[in-house]
């Protein structure tokens, strides 16, 4: 076994006992397929739409090892104040209260019992009952929506970035995400996005409508991990990371 192949054996374990010791152990597999792929394609740039409290900034940089910029959108105002402070203790990490979409304007935000399902979207008439109380709207904050292809050189060009990785997070948002970004979702190395099996916002595109859309865009399957622990036997969700198809060349390198 090569130096190089050990010395990445290492990194996983070591990876995955931290993960253990603090109880996140599931989130090993999509931790390791993030640092993977931030390393791999030279990811300068992290935008991170839809950032709650900064929790997947914080593992990007903490745990897939992320060193570039990160520019992280979160609409909540009340959420926006505890991510704004976390992100004042790293110059390289860019805070923004608006909500992307696609259009410039302003639109009601749906604030939800739960703040992790707050959303410009409404729930659905048919929520799975476990989500039922805390996918419930509470009160509607007006919010500045941008477009993604309007803002993208604002973000990257005053620190000469290049290689920009799209994450979304945006409860039932995700596709209008990327037609705010035109054709400048083309200029994205990666993205990742949730994919809904039982979608649970009004009029969100299911599991199979997003990855056949970012098919037509571009993109191909790079990993998929279910993100609803605890929800067995059936999956509510999973989270998706693409590749941008000119980028796949032959197909992958060895593990």
Sequence with gaps: MSSGRIAREMSRRWLGARLALAGRIH?????????????????????????????????????????????????????????????????????????????????????????QFSSLVKPSDTLDPVFVERNRVERTVAMQCRRLDGMLDEL??????????????????????????????????????????????AGAADYRAMIGYLEGKGFVPNAMFANNKGHFPTLVEMDGIFLRADLAGDGAVSA
């Design 156 to 201: 990257l060009r005053p620190h000469g970035l290049s290689r920009p990785f799209l994450k979304m997070d945006t409860q039932g948002h995700d596709r209008s995400v990327c037609e705010g970004a035109g054709a400048r979702l083309a200029d994205m190395l990666g993205l990742q996005t949730e994919l809904a099996v039982r979608p649970q916002y």
């Design 27 to 115: 989130q090993y597999p999509e931790i390791w397929a993030l640092r993977r792929f931030l390393e791999a394609f030279a990811i300068d740039a992290l935008i991170d739409v839809g950032a709650n409290e900064g929790q997947y900034a914080q593992t990007a940089r903490k745990d897939a090892r992320f060193a570039g910029h990160i520019f992280s959108f979160e609409p909540n105002p009340d959420v926006f104040a505890i991510l704004s402070a976390k992100a004042a203790r790293d110059p390289r990490w860019h805070v923004f209260n608006m909500a992307l979409s696609d259009f410039d304007g302003t639109a009601e935000f749906n604030i939800m019992a739960a703040h």
